[in-house]
């Protein structure tokens, strides 16, 4: 799946997954190996720009940064950090794609994809030729007179954003092999080898990315505007404080902290409860259509970190809830051990995007 636009020809020993988010830019780099990928390295940086534009911003989209400073990112990421490999994979975020489900009857993968072409125009809100289109099945069933069925997952990227991804790689000098949606990136990381079917929220600045996904595959996936930012804001709003320091404090001191008379929670949950509730409707919708249940949420992204975030989620949705855990996916030096556990919530996409390159 992804959209294969460019294809490397030959193998590569190491790949880099890059994953560009809103705020902060993430690259591992893992090697081929016997066992597990192993990880060569990695690196984040995190800008802080956005918060000085945060106070009179009305819609997040402004904390976006500017195409050509990611590729200034980009290169000082890649050139302080000493990544050795230029073969790149990248991930659109779920806010720059649209994807929709349908279910077809069950044919031929060449039937399929003659199908969907004609589909997709009913699914898709742009023009078809300015959208690059892509599918992948991911799930079969049999209706009650023994008709056989399939659930395709459809995805389509404005061609506009995939030539954006272009322009930033090339002008950081690295060689774009493949662009994929950040969800099936989080999920190839966070559940492979794991049968149990998982609602992964992805806290980001920007969005939450919401997916349903099973043995490293994306069955199902949604999204909401209301993420880490809109945390940042609510605080300044309420604290009357700049959104620098609103931040810091978020980080720190979390749902348990105090800021003023008030309990930051207290500013903070009504954000999160619109969070939770458009994961409830992700976990409706998808056990309407599927015949097995949600068994349990993996939070990823830096809001991840938010302190008592895991323990809010579990009583509001009464699931058991946790962390991502994406290194079991590689092997790793044990000098890193320490950093592992910090790290986890902010890797799950890079490391799924490197992944891929060996896939
Ligand atoms: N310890 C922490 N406690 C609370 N929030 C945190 C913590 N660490 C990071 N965050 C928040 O996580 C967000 C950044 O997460 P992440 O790096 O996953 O976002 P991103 O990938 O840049 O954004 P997006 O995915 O929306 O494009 C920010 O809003 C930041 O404030
Ligand atoms: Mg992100």
Do not use: D, E, H, Y
């Given at each position: 799946m992804a959209i294969p636009f460019l294809k490397s020809l030959f193998p590569t020993k190491s790949f880099l997954g890059v994953d560009i988010g809103t705020t902060t830019i993430k690259i591992v780099e893992l090697k081929r190996s016997q066992g597990l990928p192993e990880l060569l390295n990695y690196g984040l940086l995190e800008s802080y720009g956005h918060l000085e534009r945060?106070?009179?911003?009305?819609?997040?989209?402004?904390l976006k940064l500017a195409d050509r400073e990611t590729t200034e990112f980009l290169k000082i990421l890649l050139k302080y950090g000493g990544?050795?490999?230029r073969e790149a994979v990248a991930s659109i975020p779920a806010f720059a794609s649209f994807t929709a489900m349908m279910e077809l009857p069950l044919m031929s993968e060449k039937e399929t994809s003659q199908a969907m072409q004609f589909q997709a125009k009913q699914y898709?809100?742009?023009?078809?030729?300015?959208v690059t289109i892509d599918w992948i099945k991911v799930d079969e069933r049999l209706d009650q007179k023994g008709n056989a069925f399939q659930k395709i997952l459809l995805v389509s990227v404005p061609n506009e954003q995939i030539q954006k991804y272009k322009t930033i790689f090339d002008g950081a000098g690295l060689n774009l092999t493949t662009l994929e949606i950040e969800g099936l990136s989080s999920a190839r990381s966070i559940?492979?080898?794991?049968d149990k079917t998982s609602l992964i929220v992805d806290i980001g600045a920007r969005s939450t990315g919401i997916s349903v996904a099973r043995n490293g595959l994306l069955k199902f996936s949604g999204q909401t505007d209301f993420a880490g930012g809109s945390l940042t804001q609510t605080l300044a709003t309420g604290l009357n404080i700049r959104a620098r320091r609103a931040e810091d404090l978020k980080k720190q001191r979390g749902l348990k902290g105090i800021g003023g008379e008030y309990e930051l929670s207290t500013l903070m949950l009504p954000i999160l409860d619109v969070i939770i509730n458009e994961v409830r409707r992700v976990r409706d919708d998808y056990e309407r259509g599927y015949t097995d249940k949600i068994q349990q949420v993996i939070l990823s992204g830096?809001?991840?970190?938010?302190?008592g975030v895991g323990e809010y989620f579990q009583g509001e949705l009464g699931l058991p809830t946790m962390k991502a855990g994406?290194?079991?996916q590689v092997s790793y030096s044990s000098e890193i051990e320490p950093l592992i556990s910090d790290l986890s919530s902010e890797f799950p996409v890079a490391i799924g995007l490197a992944m891929r390159g060996f896939q």
């Open positions: 945060i106070n009179n911003a009305i819609q997040t989209s402004t990544f050795k490999s898709i809100p742009l023009p078809v030729s300015s559940t492979n080898r794991s830096g809001g991840a970190n938010l302190l994406p290194f079991s």
